[in-house]
């Protein structure tokens, strides 16, 4: 996830990627949300709805 959150210019290129939810990995999240219009997910976390988009759009 964190990988992908950086492709989509939500998370610093300098971030971990090493699995943990961080508040900094939140911020990226609901950043994307907001970017992309997602709903159905509370801000901030990484949801089904939020899954499936950054998915579509970002390579694993």
């Known amino acids: 996830m964190q ?3 950086k492709q989509a210019g939500t ?3 300098d971030a971990a990627e ?3 939810y961080s508040a900094e990995v939140q911020q990226a ?3 994307y ?3 992309n219009g997602i709903r159905g997910d509370r801000y901030g976390e990484y ?3 939020t899954r499936r ?3 579509a759009q970002t390579s694993g």
Do not use: K, P, S
Request: aromatic content about 0%; charged content about 35%; overall charge negative.
């Open 18 to 20: 090493d699995g943990v």
């Open 33 to 35: 949300q907001a970017r």
């Open 3 to 5: 990988r992908r959150l």
């Open 29 to 31: 999240v609901a950043q």
């Open 11 to 13: 998370l610093d290129e």
């Open 47 to 49: 949801g089904a709805n």
């Open 53 to 55: 988009a950054l998915e």
